[in-house]
């Protein structure tokens, strides 16, 4: 009743009488509820407290109608809908608060100062923002729940009104960003050119590659109106561009001197999938860099497949954190009309499955002949030759499979070279005996640390709003992910020590607030990073099985593992395992195994032929349920993406 | 006859007798042409050599068809398809060349080392390459062939299968990237963060705004189909973003804390032009950036609108070396939905014609009310606050500008901050009496001072392809316009002086080879940057004309001028005054004003009413014919792109 009193602004507290509730709200007593205010709404003169719980709370509670002898179920958005609509504004109270263990700062002076009214909206709005609660989902109850509800909450995504699109906001973007400039110089310093093709491709040339189309024609998107007309001839979006730049190879490459010839973009492709999106990780349009670059001997093409595979490996374990296992798809996983395929495989521990990276193709002459791109022989005029191709892809994915391999329960955790925020530093132990002076200066010194930080090139925010509580300040940069978190109040203030919380593994540091705080700091984000680095690669390591007999394969499998496995190199066996995987996980299916609603049914899939093999194939035979061949090579199964 | 027996590489060359033509080639005399090799295949003992000048030639030439009283038209590419079919190669000799000036090095130790069989086979390779001939269209005879000429030769552009859209080559791309690194800082700077929306926009988020779709709706491109599936609902491909983003920014603003809300995006956007494109000018498809910008009040709001206006005018002033005039557009010039549209516009010398160079818009409260994007009134909670918005774009344009306002009939001529190589170094001076010691001395020299000037940042070639004589390669990077060309030969090597030809005016300069020669290169850069910025300076203020009097008006834009004139601000002067000098222009049609074919029935629009307004226009009456009206403002006018 306290509380309410003080909420509300008012003296000598009472519930109404019944005359009162009559003639303004027109219930009896036990039947008041927000929606008696329908008969308010000329009246205007009840002010309105909401328990902040009810936000916090997924499922709808219970109200009377005005009369207690009925019920119905209402959501917090349909109550707060109902409230617009009568032009009711609301205050939020944390009732629940006064309870609970204090945050460090309880009542701040500026929020004493504020007008009843405007701190009323403050608090309303607080409670409409994004990221106003913490995660509700968590990865062992239901992961894609999880992780839709922390890419959104984090504001990396919105989710978008066309189906299988997603708005990559501010926060997600950053990631991209960093990638691009740390790829681009590396192809840059390798030599690799950027350009630009068209987003249209004519049907004529899409067509012209058999095998290839075959594996993209299901998924083309095609324009066929511009305004009311209709065009002649429908126009293809890229789903991938060799058809696209071809053609022009074709016709640019004439001589040994033209090559090597090795173009890179960064765009936009459209895949228009059928099946379930994720975003980030399947969507029907994504950001990528694709490069495609022909060279005169397979020798020298390979080389640089490899070299492109370098790249991306240094990105997912440099810039992400990631660790990745390099290697060769198998041919049922290889790119459409490739000769061969490599790839970054990496690891999503939380459920057991592995995710492609990364793909950098060498096509052989495989498109080369297809689209007359060859040179004279500088030995024989009378005789052409045709040059190797390859072709390499790095998607906006990576940042998916960043959030699913380091998220937790608390949401986001940004590896520090790819955060657009490193540091956020809040102002703590504001107190009701602290002075507005010694307020000013601990404002002053934040700010002041944020700069100081900043030129350091370390990313730094200082957050002071002092409408939102430093508790709320704390749960809004966890959920996003903010690698360090400095709270800095009068104490640290007085003994030049920054507290300093570690978002990966929530330990607490201390650091001296000296001379050499950047390069401390500095050097806490590599520790970071190293740390994140490691602890990932811990998790794909222990999860990683060495099965050589079948009867261990799907119990393994289920236990949220991928597996070395060794194989004959048969298509078959490849077929079979998955198809006898699947079927032994269905039979076996209970609620221990099930990581979501996907996954039991799910079988595996040869995620890699790693470059790296473990000794002792030789003498094993396949692992394949009743293959009795030898073994060729040890090969990464696993669930995947 | 003597050049045909070195080329052939036989002595005693002779006219062919009755019968080995017979028995070759099976034609008579009077008869001889390529086409009679259709009887030589078999043999295939003839040696082809082609005069250099049939490839500069566009137009056909008449062959006989294996008898002398027929005739038939064949081009170049023609004969050489033909040739390639029968498996023949050939030699293209310059037969023309003995007669002109000798270009510095005639005949080099390497050109006479290798044998006449590869040798033949470059020069026939060399003849087939993108720049193998200066340009030949002028801009005064034929402004938009040279302009097309221009940008493929140079390798900018490549001219794309799907109507309206092109290939953006490294050489323009650079350009590109260039200007996304700058104004990417500049942004950055001022607090926009770069995120990314998706291309597909729905039928009923791209209706909502009247104006602006009506500005649109024509151009919009519409996916239909996927795969060989129908779309359920079509979508539409984004001609510009707002109404892309705006529905979400009514969700993610709620209260003044949310504001400011700074995006900016690159990306591609598609609009799908009936008219005529022109490569970077006009295209269906074109690259980007647009910012999307929200304000609590109107005056922040502006302060943006001008500042990105100030940053548009950089990147064109300080990167391209372009001048630019700023100004606001009239109503009827206005952006689709905007309260006010500001713009940069830019001069093109050689057509008098202006060219929007970017244009940033004040968008009012207009697509507030239709996205619902509003605050709650945080002096009164029951109040909403309608913010404002901006939005603001620059794209690919900018590059076919540059390329319009500094390109000579030699080619390109391109600003130094924005090209690719900005320096070009060629060997020159071997002679026959050069020792193989001295060669490679001179070409390791070469290489030395590339490494030494890349070091340093300044963007250095060493073009040392010695397959190709040093005066092919002055055409070629002088065609691609490569600031700065070094002439390095045993002259220089010995007096420490760098021997440089300035692409922009003409000019050779000397530049002592010592420990500032860095240093001497970027100052030197500097003031190619200045003196082309200050050349096309001077070409915009010798072509704008001050016009009071209708009676001057139409005369003075047909001497390829615009025209600052007083205007009353009444949208049917601004209709009267493109009608009328369109009609004057037609009346007065001669060889003598037609800079290309569009032109002349072409009137003029306002550019810009320039924020700079000279003195005076009080007492002025409106320029258009019949209008008494008094003068409200200067006007700038002219025909445009």
Redesign the interface.
Known sequence: MKRIQKEAGTKDLRFAPEDVLAENLKVIQGAVTPFALVNNVEKHNVIVLLDKNLTDCGCPFVLHPCRNDKSCLVTFPQLEQFLNKL?Y?YKLVDFGAEAAPAEPAKKQPAEKKAPA??K???AA?EE???TKLGIQNTIESNFSSWYTEVITKAEMI?Y???SG??????WG??V??TIQQHFGRYIERMGV??????????K??LEREKDHIEGF????????????SDLEQ??G?RPTSETVMY??YG??I??H??LPLR?NQW??V?R?E?SHPTPFIRTR?F?WQEGHCVWPTEQQCTEEVLEILDGYAEVYEKLLAVPVVKGRKTEKEKFAGAYFTTTVETFIGSVGRGCQGGTSHNLGQNFAKMFDINI?D?EN??KTIIPFQNSWGLSTRTIGVMVMVHGDNKGLVMPPRVSQVQVVIIPVGITKSTTEEERQTLLQEAQRLEKELNKADIRTKADL?D?YSPGWRFNHWEVKGTPLRIELGPKELQEKQLAIAVRYNGERRTVAWDGNVTKSLATLLEEVHDGMFEKARQTRLTHTKRVTDWGDFTATLNQKCILLSPWCGEMSCEDNIKTFSAEESKAAQSEEVREDARAPSMGAKSLCIPFEQPEGVEGLTCVCKGCTNPAKQWVLWGRSY
């Open positions: 032009g504004t009214e405007k009323s909206q403050a709005v409409k923002g994004e919105e978008y009104d066309v699109c997603y708005i990559i906001r501010p973007y950053y991209w960003k050119e950027d350009c630009y093709f068209p987003l249209f491709v004519s004529n040339c024609a299901p998924e083309v998107a095609w324009v066929t109106k511009a305004g009311d429908p126009v979006i053609p022009y016709k640019w004439r001589s001197r033209d173009l765009n936009n459209i228009w059928f349009e950001l004279q500088p005029n009378d709003r409408n």
